[in-house]
């Protein structure tokens, strides 16, 4: 007899291939994964050409790509983890895989990580395509940029656990991420970056959890971030992340309401 | 690993569990299993049998009283006990996209010392549905599936929450014998059921579970032998209950009177039977639709429902 022991890792894995699978053949959250970013940034595009962005410091290219970005944190890992972990949930799959040998974490992890790798690929992707498309100059502090993009990789798949939370059948899931998908694009500097709007409003959105995202993808690229505004922005991005840490903790339903 | 025959693999004690709305559903539950045993729960729906199993399988926290699974708590010490145990829930629990291959390859990659999947598949009858998607299964082959499941890591301790629901008699039987031949080879198997006859086949020991409360337990012999065995006919023409010989002298417990049908409870089957076959040879009438049978399962389960429904039922239990 095999006597083969398993580790979170490989447990983690066999779930993660699994979920990839279904993925790919949930057609409707596919497209809207895979599509919805790619066109957006478009539609950005546009309304970018009518601000007045040299003043305040900007490029097309310095717009668009962190708003690309954030699509594709939205779209291909929050909402879709959303609408995944809720289905999950209500086939009793979660359920199940609590009877194994699968800790909790490793169930919500391991179920996130298609989707999250899906926003790193995607986000790569549309970084290479701006730099070549929109002629962006080499970014000076890329770190910067990649730094934001793992945190909101991190903190999306948070808040997506935490709203599934919420969300008691897979059509709810179609509805309960749109709050925070809305006030993300338009409150933390994705469609409308925060250097235009009046300092007040601005200075209440720095509180959003997509904002210090936005902030520090778009500082590795403009390059004129201080050092000071980089730590608060990492800071507001940690304090989310740790909050949905302890609110699935708290409030996450591993088995549909009867 | 040395296999103790007397060592008991789950000791419940006590047992209580409360749901969010304050719904006991599991009201002070004591039993316990030992090596290499088959214990039934057996109960009508909503007697918190799942709500049992669903505690010792560690899912949740119990309110109150303690469980070891095994020697461990199942629910605060999850890593020590989920290696050694398999678990087949009441339904489903399985991705509907996922073709029975995926998912058995998915579960084995999450237990350790899985075995190879198409040999537990096999096992199941599954071999020929390797490609085909959960959500084409029938009810039954996704029982087949999840029992499947329940095998890849080759349990000591194997939960089955109503594994036969929506199997054929065919496949009944089938997954019946499987579970015996894992007792046989020392899987101490816990499984609830509201089939009486597939407790009265597999179950070594079993407890009759009534509004989160045990009402009975023992091995089936123990249970049914405290239940009268039952004898029913058809009176003749022109004959009345009074005609029969004195039926206390009989052995007879009790009697009723439907129409002209005659059912007797009695504790001495063979004195009452022969008693009234010798009578009714003599009067020279024949007992139309005569039916003698022995008391079962059945009788026990319906005689505690009653009897519960009817007031205080205290909790009968036999040595074993």
Redesign the interface.
């Known amino acids: ?6 580790t979170p890792m ?2 983690m ?3 993660a ?2 979920e990839l ?2 993925l790919g ?2 057609k409707g959250t596919l497209f809207a994964a895979l599509f919805v970013p790619l066109v957006l940034p478009v539609s950005a595009r546009e309304a970018a050409g009518e601000m007045d962005l040299a003043g305040a410091g900007l490029t097309i290219g310095t717009v668009v790509l962190p708003a690309a970005i954030g699509f594709s944190l939205l779209f291909a890992v929050y909402s879709a983890l959303v609408g995944s972990l809720v ?2 949930r209500e ?3 979660l ?9 909790d974490g490793e169930i919500l992890a391991g179920s996130a990580l298609p989707a999250a790798a899906t926003g790193l690929v995607q986000s790569l992707l549309l970084a290479a395509g701006c730099f070549v498309l929109l002629d962006m100059s080499a970014p000076p502090a890329v770190y910067l940029s990649v730094l934001g993009l793992l945190l909101g990789l991190v903190m999306c798949v948070g808040l997506a656990t935490v709203t599934a939370s919420f969300t008691r059948t897979s059509e709810s899931a179609q509805v309960t991420p749109i709050p925070l998908m809305f006030l993300s694009v338009m409150a933390s500097g994705m469609m409308v970056p925060l250097e235009i709007l009046p300092e007040k409003v601005a200075a209440v959105c720095e509180f959003l959890p997509l904002t210090p995202v936005m902030t520090l993808v778009r500082g590795g690229f403009t390059g004129d971030l201080s050092a000071g505004e980089v730590l608060g922005a990492v800071a507001v991005a940690v304090a989310w992340t740790a909050f949905t840490v302890f609110a699935v903790r708290r409030w996450f339903r591993w088995e549909p309401r009867r | 690993m040395e296999a103790n025959e007397h060592e008991h693999v789950i000791e419940v004690t006590d047992l209580r569990r409360v749901y969010g709305g304050g719904f006991e559903a599991v009201r002070g539950v004591d039993f316990s299993v030992r090596r290499g045993e088959i214990f039934a729960l057996l109960g009508t729906n909503g007697a918190g049998k799942t709500s049992t199993v669903e505690l010792l ?3 949740a926290a119990p309110a109150g009283g303690r469980i070891r699974v095994l020697g461990h708590d199942p629910y605060t010490e ?2 020590a006990v ?2 050694r145990t398999g ?1 087949m ?1 009441q ?8 073709t029975v291959a ?2 058995a ?11 190879p999947e198409l040999e537990v598949l096999t096992l199941v009858g599954l071999k020929t549905k390797t490609g085909v998607r959960v959500k084409q299964l029938s009810g039954g082959q996704r029982r087949r599936l999840d029992l499947a499941l329940a095998l890849l890591g ?1 349990p000591e301790v194997l939960f089955l929450d109503e594994p036969t629901t929506g199997l054929d008699p065919e496949g009944r039987r089938e997954t019946w014998e499987l579970v015996s031949a894992l007792r046989d080879r020392g899987t101490t198997v816990l499984l609830t059921t509201h089939y009486l006859e597939e407790a009265e086949f597999l179950a070594d020991r079993l407890a009759i579970m009534h509004e989160g409360r045990i009402a009975v337990t023992g091995t089936p012999a123990e249970v049914t032998a405290s239940e009268p065995s039952r004898i029913s006919f058809e009176l003749p023409e022109g004959y009345f209950v009074g005609d029969l010989p004195p039926l206390a002298e009989l052995g007879v417990s009790d009697h009723t009177v439907d129409g002209r049908t005659v059912r007797l409870r009695t504790h001495e089957l063979q004195r009452a039977a022969t008693g009234l076959l010798v009578w009714a040879e003599r009067a020279g009438v024949e007992l139309h639709r005569l039916d003698v049978r022995s008391a079962s399962l059945e009788e026990a389960f319906l005689g505690i429902a009653k009897e519960a429904a009817a007031g205080a039922a205290p909790t009968k239990e036999y040595a074993a």
């Open positions: 007899m095999s006597t083969t022991v398993t490989s447990r894995t066999a779930l291939r699994a699978t279904l053949r949930t289905a999950r086939e009793l799959v359920k199940r895989l609590r009877t194994g040998e699968l800790r | 399988e560690g899912l999850r890593a989920r290696p678990v829930l339904e489903g629990g399985f991705p509907s996209e996922l995926e998912t390859r998915m579960w084995a990659g999450c237990v350790s010392g899985a075995r080759d």
